[in-house]
């Protein structure tokens, strides 16, 4: 008989495609077997009554990561892979940032430092690159040859904006390679000239934040984004999409063939500029970029998940506390384009998901999981990740899908003094996570030892189904668009 070291029995699995009553056995942190009734196991875990789910992958997050003004995130890879377990993930990629002058070698090296003696999951970085120069584009290779496919650039901030050319020759590097490049759209000069009529007319609370930077500015900027890729023909990944406009670019981009991908995050499902306005200074807690806007655009994004216009909603997790440390690092009543940029969400992404997705019967269960798990594998190439299949990493969450809570501060176990979600009806929650065979969190226990997450190396992306789009102007085959005389 195959011995397994562990066995989870009883439990229903679901997965990206299905949803069945089967055990699983796991042998050297691999699933090996998915069967009705698997005997033995030096360990066996009851999952009755639950559901057995491959562990969340969070693909959008910053941890341990400064801003551009120099601000470092208040989460380190110990305690922002302690509660993305906590959420239910098994496995994240954050952002790996390079700041001007900085060489790739000295951003990965740095990144290395800080994720690989702390994490207490598996983890990947997405690139972010702000100075495409010449020596840096000769670096590039060297990163996807280490397994890092993906990198974002900002269409906005001074410090981070590399331009529609710097873009064009990101995205060609990026497909040469089988790279992804993900990107920030936001029109730069819109937003610049929106903060300064509101300096000027000294409108500086929150609640301006979400009014300065218009929908028109997100829209404007992911057709440009989709036309600079569309021009060479590489894949883009458009993230933390707010608007329904946006939304709808990406689905009647993707009916075309475009070799675009998308995601959402859940405070664009669940908060609305109304947070910005709270008393005080509270709505600083809801400062993030883009911003969050309001009820009708959160019923349109919500057809967006529901109908497939997006691969992930990721948590876009970016902890700022709510102190000097962080979101008042520039002063206790700073004007909002001085505030920190960002909210924390990480644990909360699934819970999240699954309570206002599965249960209020939006999403399917399979949905859930492709949303979850498996859309994020695919699209950045984790092979052996995002589903719940004999040789892939027993990367796994089984859900209480009975429990009911009300999100607090203390169960997002992050470094935080503050969670956009807290105080919401929560049901269905996380009750053990597992990277790779080893339990991480279990009954609201950390388990897992600091340090024990390893690198993912990622394959490229994968374009099957996308045939993209070949400008006639950059095409031999189509004589470079010329006309040719009969
Ligand atoms: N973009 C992000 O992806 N996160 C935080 C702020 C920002 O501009
Ligand atoms: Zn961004
Ligand atoms: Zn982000």
Same mark, same amino acid.
């Given at each position: 008989?195959?011995?397994?070291?562990?066995?989870?029995?009883?439990?229903?699995?679901?997965?990206?495609?299905?949803? @069945?009553?089967?055990? &699983?056995?796991?042998i050297?942190?691999?699933?090996?077997?998915?069967?009705? $009734? +698997?005997?033995? #196991? /030096?360990?066996?875990?009851?999952?009755?009554?639950?559901?057995?789910?491959?562990g969340?992958?969070?693909?959008?997050a910053?941890?341990?990561?400064?801003?551009?003004?120099?601000?470092?995130t208040?989460?380190?890879?110990?305690?922002?892979?302690?509660?993305?377990a906590?959420?239910?993930?098994?496995?994240?990629?954050?952002?790996?940032?390079?700041?001007?002058?900085?060489?790739?070698?000295?951003?990965?090296?740095t990144?290395?430092?800080?994720?690989a003696?702390?994490?207490?999951?598996?983890?990947?970085?997405?690139?972010?690159?702000?100075?495409?120069?010449?020596?840096?584009?000769?670096?590039l290779?060297?990163? @996807?040859?280490?397994? &890092?496919?993906?990198?974002?650039?900002?269409?906005?901030?001074?410090?981070? $904006? +590399?331009?529609? #050319? /710097?873009m064009?020759?990101?995205?060609?590097?990026?497909?040469?390679?089988?790279?992804?490049?993900?990107?920030?759209?936001?029109?730069?000069?819109?937003?610049?000239?929106?903060?300064?009529r509101?300096?000027?007319?000294?409108?500086?609370?929150?609640?301006?934040?979400?009014?300065?930077?218009?929908?028109?500015?997100?829209?404007?900027?992911?057709?440009?984004?989709?036309?600079?890729?569309?021009?060479?023909?590489?894949?883009?990944?458009?993230?933390?999409?707010?608007?329904?406009?946006?939304?709808?670019?990406?689905?009647?981009?993707?009916?075309?063939?475009?070799?675009?991908?998308?995601?959402?995050?859940p405070q664009?499902?669940?908060?609305t500029?109304?947070?910005?306005?709270?008393?005080?200074?509270?709505?600083?807690?809801?400062i993030?970029?883009?911003?969050?806007?309001?009820?009708?655009?959160?019923?349109?994004?919500?057809?967006h998940?529901?109908?497939?216009t997006?691969?992930?909603?990721?948590?876009?997790?970016?902890?700022?506390r709510?102190?000097?440390?962080g979101?008042?690092?520039?002063?206790?009543?700073?004007?909002?384009?001085?505030?920190?940029?960002?909210?924390?969400g990480?644990?909360?992404?699934?819970?999240?998901?699954?309570?206002?997705?599965?249960?209020?019967?939006?999403?399917?269960?399979?949905?859930?999981?492709?949303?979850?798990?498996?859309?994020?594998?695919k699209?950045?190439?984790?092979?052996?990740?995002?589903?719940?299949?004999?040789?892939?990493?027993?990367?796994?969450?089984?859900?209480?899908?009975?429990?009911?809570?009300?999100?607090?501060?203390?169960?997002?176990?992050?470094?935080?003094?503050?969670?956009?979600?807290?105080?919401?009806?929560?049901?269905?929650w996380?009750?053990?996570?597992?990277?790779?065979?080893?339990?991480?969190?279990?009954?609201g226990?950390?388990?897992?030892?600091?340090?024990?997450?390893?690198?993912?190396?990622?394959?490229?992306?994968?374009?099957?189904?996308?045939?993209?789009?070949?400008a006639?102007?950059?095409?031999?085959?189509?004589?470079?668009?010329a006309?040719?005389?009969?």
């Amino acid at each position: 008989m195959t011995e397994f070291d562990t066995v989870i029995h009883g439990g229903r699995v679901a997965t990206a495609s299905d949803l @069945f009553d089967a055990d &699983i056995g796991i042998i050297d942190g691999r699933i090996a077997a998915i069967n009705e $009734n +698997i005997a033995g #196991g /030096g360990r066996r875990i009851d999952a009755t009554g639950k559901l057995v789910m491959p562990g969340g992958i969070e693909a959008h997050a910053h941890i341990a990561q400064e801003s551009s003004a120099g601000l470092m995130t208040a989460d380190d890879y110990y305690s922002g892979s302690v509660s993305a377990a906590f959420g239910g993930n098994s496995s994240f990629i954050p952002f790996a940032a390079q700041h001007r002058g900085q060489s790739i070698a000295d951003v990965i090296a740095t990144y290395d430092g800080r994720a690989a003696p702390n994490s207490v999951l598996d983890y990947s970085y997405h690139l972010i690159i702000s100075d495409p120069s010449a020596s840096v584009l000769e670096e590039l290779p060297g990163v @996807f040859a280490r397994g &890092i496919t993906s990198f974002k650039v900002f269409m906005t901030y001074d410090l981070m $904006n +590399i331009g529609d #050319g /710097g873009m064009l020759d990101i995205l060609t590097v990026a497909k040469q390679h089988g790279a992804l490049t993900m990107v920030h759209a936001e029109n730069n000069d819109m937003l610049k000239w929106m903060n300064k009529r509101f300096a000027a007319a000294g409108l500086t609370a929150p609640k301006y934040h979400a009014v300065s930077r218009p929908e028109l500015a997100e829209e404007e900027a992911i057709n440009r984004a989709v036309s600079l890729a569309k021009l060479v023909d590489a894949p883009l990944f458009i993230v933390h999409v707010s608007t329904s406009g946006g939304a709808a670019i990406v689905q009647r981009e993707k009916l075309a063939g475009t070799k675009l991908f998308a995601e959402t995050c859940p405070q664009y499902l669940a908060l609305t500029r109304d947070d910005l306005d709270r008393p005080g200074m509270e709505g600083a807690k809801f400062i993030c970029s883009p911003p969050v806007r309001d009820k009708a655009t959160q019923d349109a994004l919500w057809r967006h998940v529901q109908s497939g216009t997006f691969e992930s909603v990721s948590s876009d997790h970016a902890p700022y506390r709510f102190d000097a440390t962080g979101k008042f690092a520039n002063g206790a009543d700073a004007p909002y384009p001085k505030i920190a940029n960002g909210m924390p969400g990480i644990a909360m992404r699934l819970p999240y998901l699954f309570s206002e997705g599965v249960v209020k019967g939006r999403i399917t269960l399979q949905q859930f999981v492709s949303l979850s798990s498996t859309g994020a594998a695919k699209t950045f190439g984790m092979a052996k990740k995002g589903a719940i299949a004999p040789g892939f990493d027993a990367d796994i969450a089984i859900w209480d899908p009975e429990a009911c809570r009300t999100a607090t501060l203390a169960d997002q176990h992050d470094n935080m003094n503050y969670s956009p979600f807290e105080g919401m009806q929560i049901e269905g929650w996380p009750v053990l996570t597992m990277n790779r065979g080893d339990i991480i969190v279990e009954n609201g226990e950390l388990k897992a030892d600091r340090g024990r997450g390893r690198f993912v190396p990622r394959k490229p992306v994968d374009l099957t189904g996308k045939p993209g789009y070949r400008a006639k102007e950059l095409d031999p085959a189509q004589n470079f668009g010329a006309e040719i005389a009969p």
